[in-house]
Structure formats: structure tokens, C-alpha cells
């Protein structure tokens, strides 16, 4: 006989990740879905729909259907969720085992889209469906012990949003979120250089320089990048040098957004809980995590330790899929006490 598998899905504003126990991570790709206008019928999805944006020809439009942190395009997300349960189930054959699944929702999400998302899951073949706090997944994926009674900090700084938590013995004390995340960053760089060298560039290309020679607001050493976009003026392509000061102020007004928040999540913190916070600090998770400088500039600015999780990208996927065995535990060990 099967044992029942743990399903966990991040249903995140920039990627989409399955987590399965034991087999890790099975799918991780990009929220895109490519939609063709007039028949109103999907084309593709993950990688393949971002390799498309800015790319196709009128009638076909890439959406991120959770762009700002919640469900911007409500039916879309469902379609994407379908598509991915297929693939998944294609690939693992899920579907064999009646799996329970955990799907961890955007937090701006309203209570019906919470439903849906719900019925959207189930429906394919799922046993149970459990849905997850964001910032409570993040922890359990970054290995902090949230089943005891000590200030965890968990700072997940995602496309579309940062969310800052304390989480103690399985909940969430307190937390925050704001609408800045690397979205944020990308289109502070296409703005500014908008501005600066009346010089058109995409999205995609702004996420590359805010990767490759983007920094926290910390001295480092100051790197050019050649960049490739069209000259407003005529109109014509041309390449443009960028160098790693001038992104870094670019992205100065949204770094410091992030700083804000985290900065009120911690003044909000019952003080039984700030001494842990002094000797354990913060985690950070999300692809923002891996911003160059970012762990030096936080302990600067907040005189508590900073810690990347191992995997900051796939924290809230792994958190996802081992939450069922925390949070039996945690509801074991509350009945005992
Ligand atoms: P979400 O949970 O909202 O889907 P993720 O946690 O997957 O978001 O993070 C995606 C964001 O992280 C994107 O804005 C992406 O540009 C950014 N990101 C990924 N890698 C890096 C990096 N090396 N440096 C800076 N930002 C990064
Ligand atoms: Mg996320």
C-alpha cells in the first residue's frame, strides 16, 4: 500500500514551485502564462510563457497573474494551477496516490480566492488540502525551530512582495507586509534609466543588471555592465554602460522601503520575544535574499545578526511540504501541555 504523499505548492508572484517529500523540489518555473486574446485560450506557461514577454505579436499577452502580491488575474491563476497540477502529475504520478496537498497563498489573498484556490487543487484527485501562511512556510523551510516558543524572524522578500513575520511556537506574532519587492527593484532601474539616458530598456533586462551588478546600499567595488535597449531620442538601438553606484540609487528609495518594515516588524515585538531576537536576529528568504550586499547592509542597519536561508528561493516550496509533519506535531505536543 502507498503511503500518503505531502504535496507542497508555492504559489508565488514571481515562481511556482512543487515541493514533494522525498523527491525535493519536482517543478520550479516562472508565474507566466502566455494567452492568446482572441480565442482566449492558453499557450504556454512557466518558462516558456517569460521567454515571450515583451516578445509576442499583438494578440498574444504573457500574464503574471499574481503580479502585486495577491491574485491580480483571478481566472488566469486558476489556469496556471491547473497547468502545473497537470505537468506535476504527468511527470510523478501524483494522482495514483491521493496526495495531501499544502498550497501556500499569496497573503493579500481574499478569503474566496483562498476557496478557490482550495477547489482548483482538489479537484485534481487531491485527498486533503490545507492552506499555508507564506511566512510560516518560509521559516519552517529555512530550518528555524518555529514549533518552540522563540522569536523567529522571517523576512521574505519575494517578487511581488516583502513580508516581514515573527513566528512563535507555530503562529505568526506579528508581521508586515509592503508592496516592494524585486518587481520593485526591476522597475526602479527601467525608470531611472529611463530618466538618466532617455534609453528604453525591458523588464527582463532590468532583472538581469538588478542581479548581476546590483547592490544593498553598502560600499563595494564598482562594477560596469553593458546594456543593450532603444535610445528614445532616435529611436534606434544603441548600448548603453551602467555602472553599480548608479543602480545602487536607483534602488536606494525601495531598499530603504524594506529596512522600514522590518525595522517596525521588530519595534512591534512583545518583549519576552526581543531578547531571542538579539541572539538568534533575522532570516531572509526569497529571491531577494540573494541581493548582492544585503546580508552586510541589514546586520549594519539592524544590529542583530542576518542569516540567507540555504536555499532562499525555495524555502516557502520546502516549508510547504513539510509543514503537515510540523504542524501534527505542534498539535500533538500543544494537546499534551
Ligand atoms: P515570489 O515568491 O514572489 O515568487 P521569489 O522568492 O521567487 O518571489 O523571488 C523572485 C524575485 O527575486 C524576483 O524579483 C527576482 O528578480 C529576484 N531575484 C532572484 N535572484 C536574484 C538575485 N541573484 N539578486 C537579486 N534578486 C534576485
Ligand atoms: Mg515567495
Redo the contacts with the bound molecule.
Keep these: 500500500m502507498f503511503s500518503n504523499s505531502h504535496i507542497g505548492i ?1 504559489l ?6 512543487v515541493y514533494i517529500k522525498n523527491k525535493g523540489i519536482v517543478l520550479n518555473e516562472p ?1 507566466v502564462v502566455a494567452i492568446d486574446i482572441h480565442t482566449n485560450s492558453v499557450l504556454a506557461i512557466g518558462n516558456e510563457a517569460k521567454d515571450m514577454v515583451g516578445k509576442t505579436p499583438e494578440n498574444i499577452v504573457a500574464i503574471r497573474p ?1 503580479k502585486d ?1 495577491v491574485i491580480a488575474d483571478y481566472q488566469v491563476t486558476i489556469d496556471l494551477l491547473k497547468h502545473i497540477m497537470k505537468k506535476v502529475n504527468k511527470k510523478n504520478g501524483i494522482s495514483l496516490r491521493k496526495p495531501n496537498v499544502v498550497v501556500c497563498t499569496p497573503s493579500g489573498a481574499t478569503s474566496v480566492e483562498r476557496r478557490a484556490i482550495h477547489d482548483a487543487v482538489k479537484s485534481f484527485g487531491a485527498k486533503q488540502v490545507d492552506l499555508i501562511e ?1 511566512t510560516v512556510a518560509a521559516a519552517i523551510g529555512a530550518d528555524l525551530p518555529v514549533s518552540e516558543p522563540t522569536a523567529n524572524v522571517v523576512v ?6 516583502t513580508e516581514v513575520a515573527i513566528i512563535s511556537f507555530g503562529g505568526v506574532v506579528t508581521s508586515r507586509s509592503i508592496r516592494v ?3 520593485q ?2 522597475e526602479d532601474i527601467v525608470a531611472f534609466v529611463r530618466k538618466k539616458y532617455n534609453f528604453l530598456i525591458g523588464y527582463r533586462t532590468a ?1 538581469n543588471i ?2 548581476e551588478i ?1 547592490y544593498a546600499l553598502v560600499d563595494h567595488e564598482d562594477q560596469n555592465m553593458d546594456i543593450r535597449g532603444r535610445d528614445l531620442v532616435t529611436g534606434l538601438p544603441k548600448t548603453v554602460t551602467l555602472s553599480s553606484y548608479e543602480i545602487q540609487d536607483a534602488i536606494k528609495d525601495s531598499m530603504l522601503s524594506i529596512l522600514d518594515a522590518i525595522r517596525h516588524t521588530l519595534e512591534n515585538c512583545p518583549p519576552e520575544l526581543s531578547g531571542d531576537i538579539v541572539d538568534r536576529g533575522i532570516t531572509l ?4 535574499a ?3 550586499g544585503i546580508q552586510e547592509w541589514l546586520s549594519e542597519e539592524i544590529f542583530v545578526p542576518v542569516h540567507i536561508a540555504p536555499n ?2 525555495e524555502s ?1 516550496a520546502i516549508g510547504t511540504g513539510r509543514s503537515l509533519e510540523i504542524i501534527q506535531k505542534l498539535q500533538k505536543s500543544k494537546r499534551l501541555s
Design positions: 508555492d508565488g508572484t514571481a515562481n511556482i514551485l508565474s499574481l502580491g507564506e521574505d522578500i519575494g517578487g511581488g512582495t519587492g524585486g518587481d527593484l526591476d532583472e538588478k542581479m546590483g528568504t526569497g529571491g531577494g540573494l541581493l548582492n532562499p528561493l516557502v
